[in-house]
């Protein structure tokens, strides 16, 4: 199934193509002023499909999320004489599609730049919303700007090699859009698991495309997050602080964060819904708790961007299919932090 749509942000609209080939490619953007960017594993499973097109080929991995590789992306640019009518375009997981979006907000102050997302996590999450970062040391996503693609194409060709762990980093934030604004989604998700979407195709392709939309629509009505788009940190507060804590996956820490954020719910807007949540987490083979160290989550959780001074904006359910954000005064939410486990 193929299918087009534009978003209009305050900056820049963002053309969407559902389910093109690579050929599509050529319609969007002019290969002789146009540079792609892979890292090697994309290169070497679906490179060939982009011979003829200038392609800058960058090792895997977030450790290479930093800006010596931006310098050498800059570096590629310029030997390849790119001007300011040239297009950068990512191609492949939210490690790539942040870099590019990076790279080409700030080189000549600002070309054009075009995503095709390979992970299901860049399709439904990084390569929508324009937050294009890097990272510094150990702080994560600490340099960056917020300034939308062009265009995304979606083919869905990709999903074939994607290997079984990043499946689940995927539905973990399709099921934390089900959680906060759609409850349809969250029902249809709940009569599958994830062995058996992955291998529907008709349902699988037309749910990637609703989450893309659902945050889309989201960050349009609220790009520079001063209200709406808090609501996609969702599981993120206490479920990034145990990431950076235990190095867990970020799935499966937002997961476990979800989880946290619904047993909170619980007590303040008298949510019911926790049970199937994690029957929901469990299925898509994410975990729903693992021990955490109190006391260096807590010091995470004080370094949050989430924090406005005394409080944290921490996301909460009503019921599933409705976020909203809700002011917690930090002491209140250590007190509740040391109360669980
Ligand atoms: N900008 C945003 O709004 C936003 C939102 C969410 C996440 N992110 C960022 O996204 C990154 C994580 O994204 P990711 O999980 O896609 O990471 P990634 O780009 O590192 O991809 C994960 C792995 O899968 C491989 N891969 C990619 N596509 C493949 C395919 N089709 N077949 C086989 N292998 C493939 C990659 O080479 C890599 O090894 C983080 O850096 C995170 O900060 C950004
Ligand atoms: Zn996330």
Redesign the pocket.
């Known amino acids: 199934m193929e299918g087009h749509v534009t978003y209009r942000f305050s900056t820049q609209k963002v053309d969407y193509h559902f389910g093109f080939g690579a050929s599509r490619l050529s319609a969007i953007t002019d290969r002789k002023s146009t540079v792609l960017l892979m890292?090697e594993?994309?290169h070497a499973?679906?490179g060939t499909r982009y011979r003829g097109w200038e392609c800058i080929v960058i090792p895997?991995?977030?450790r290479f999320?930093v800006q010596s590789t931006v310098d050498g992306i800059i570096q590629g640019l310029i030997e390849r004489k790119a001007d300011r009518q040239f297009t950068l375009v990512g191609i492949?997981?939210?490690?790539?599609?942040?870099l590019a979006g990076y790279a080409a907000s700030v080189y000549m102050r600002g070309i054009r730049f075009g995503f095709m997302p390979?992970?299901l996590?860049?399709m439904v999450?990084?390569s929508i919303?324009g937050?294009?970062?890097i990272d510094v040391g150990p702080y994560?996503?600490m340099v960056g700007i917020i300034r939308q693609p062009a265009f995304i194409l979606y083919d869905w060709a990709?999903?074939r090699?994607?290997?079984d762990a990043?499946w689940s980093?995927g539905f973990a934030e399709i099921i934390k859009h089900a959680c906060i604004r759609d409850a349809t989604a969250f029902r249809l998700l709940a009569t599958y698991d994830i062995d058996r979407i992955r291998r529907k195709k008709e349902i699988l392709h037309p749910l990637i495309e609703r989450n893309a939309r659902l945050k889309s629509a989201v960050v349009r009505r609220d790009e520079f997050e001063r209200n709406e788009r808090r609501l996609l940190n969702f599981g993120h507060t206490l479920g990034h602080a145990i990431e950076t804590v235990h190095g867990l996956s970020?799935g499966s820490a937002v997961a476990v964060g979800m989880v946290l954020a619904c047993r909170l719910s619980e007590t303040r807007t008298g949510f019911k819904g926790t049970e199937s949540v994690k029957s929901l987490i469990e299925a898509y083979g994410l975990p729903t708790s693992h021990p955490f160290h109190v006391t260096k989550v807590l010091d995470v959780l004080r370094m949050d961007k989430k924090r406005v001074s005394r409080e944290m904006n921490y996301i909460l359910l009503e019921r599933i299919g409705k976020g909203i954000v809700h002011g917690l005064p930090m002491d209140e939410l250590e007190g509740w932090v040391r109360s669980i486990r």
């Open positions: 890292d594993n994309v499973l679906h895997p991995g977030e999320k492949g997981g939210g490690v790539i599609t942040d390979t992970t996590l860049a999450d990084a919303g937050k294009n970062g994560k996503n990709f999903l090699t994607l290997p990043q980093e970020h």
